[in-house]
């Protein structure tokens, strides 16, 4: 289980904050600043979810979000993670040593090697969730990241050496980038050897210096589809090279939906994009099988994407290779992603009708 503990734009710079970014509405908390605050959304996040601490599954990951951890004074990291790991023991009963582990969101600027093996050490630290979002230069200038590509690689590389398993987040649709762009950066990401990776749609967030270039036509976000295009392609780069992608879109919040401005949204970003790889796959097997039925085997957490929304990909598949009948199958050895498919004299429902009328 993780505990997501949203310390809503810490160490970040107020000034110059990267232009799509207003995260209050991306995670639908308020910022926190004071050190009052700060320990306050630590504890009720904590008490909030450990309520029931008998009945959950050990080790927790506690994971800190919506923030730059590493750019606090280091001591206050520290302080920080010594006050979660008491509440933690507080409210649990149970050692942090072998029931808790911690990790952090930052940017590849902001990853020291040294102070990320202390934290590692002392305080579980695992995971690191780093915001690459692009490994183009130019994207990234224009994005006001404040960080270079060249960042990204010594970043990766020193968590990997300290034994830090590293997630890398992408974004798609930044100003200034191209689907070639979209393209290099997951091929230079997987070339990091990250252990996950998330994709994320870029959004026109309401108080963000995006909504501007919107405005004054400076920048113009993909349509949803044109989105759905893109980031199936990404996570078909990224699973033809092993690597898991975790999360794909924004967890959707009422706060956030009423503060998108403009964007390739969509409550199910990651379903559309499953959907379509999905598609994709089982087409590629289906070009001679006109007129026969088909068995789709795939794992159950994928039957909703095969489907699609009101059964749409389902009815797609059958018409577009005038196929004779179909079902999909649920097949608890497959994993997420992977499809089989095999041609069979008779459609399941129908043999068995047979069956009993014989
Ligand atoms: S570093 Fe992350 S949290 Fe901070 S402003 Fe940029 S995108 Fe937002």
């Not at 959004?203 to 199936?232: C, F, N, Q, W």
Request: some cysteine; hydrophobic content about 35%; charged content about 30%.
């Amino acid at each position: 289980m993780i505990i997501p503990i949203f310390l809503t734009g810490l160490g970040c710079s107020k000034e110059q904050p990267c232009v799509f970014c207003n995260q209050e509405f991306a995670t639908s908390k308020t910022a926190v600043s004071t050190d009052e605050e700060i320990k306050n959304r630590i504890l009720s996040t904590l008490t909030e979810y450990l309520v029931e601490p008998q009945s959950l599954e050990y080790p927790i990951d506690i994971a800190f979000y919506g923030s730059t951890f590493t750019s606090l004074q280091f001591a206050y990291q520290k302080e920080l993670l010594k006050y979660t790991q008491e509440t933690f023991e507080t409210l649990t009963q149970k050692s942090y040593k072998t029931h808790l582990k911690i990790r952090i969101s930052t940017r590849p600027d902001q990853v020291r090697r040294e102070e990320l093996l202390d934290l590692k050490i002392r305080f579980n630290l695992e995971i690191v969730e780093l915001g690459v979002q692009s490994m183009s230069d130019n994207v990234l200038l224009i994005s006001r990241r404040g960080h270079t590509r060249k960042d990204v690689k010594r970043a990766v590389k020193d968590l990997r050496e300290i034994g830090i398993q590293v997630s890398c987040h992408q974004m798609i649709g930044l100003p200034g980038s191209s689907i070639d762009n979209e393209v290099e950066t997951a091929k230079d990401i997987i070339k990091l050897k990250p252990k996950y990776v998330r994709i994320h749609p870029t959004l026109v967030l309401r108080e963000t210096v995006l909504e501007e270039m919107y405005r004054s036509g400076e920048y113009k976000p993909h349509p949803l589809i044109e989105a759905v295009d893109i980031t199936e392609k990404v996570l078909r780069i990224y699973r033809e090279a092993g690597i898991k992608v975790t999360r794909i879109g924004l967890h959707p919040s009422e706060l956030l939906m009423d503060n998108i401005v403009a964007g390739p949204w969509h409550p199910a970003f990651r379903e559309l994009v499953e959907g379509k790889y999905l598609l994709n796959e089982a087409s590629k097997q289906l070009k001679d099988k006109k007129g026969t039925h088909i068995n789709i085997r795939i794992s159950p957490q994928d039957e909703t994407y095969i489907r699609g929304e009101k059964n749409s990909n389902y009815k797609w598949l059958i018409d577009t290779f005038e196929l004779s009948s179909l079902d999909i199958i649920k097949d608890t050895s497959l994993e997420r992603g992977f499809l089989s498919v095999e041609k069979t004299k008779k459609p399941a429902l129908q043999s068995t009708q047979e069956e009993l009328r014989a």
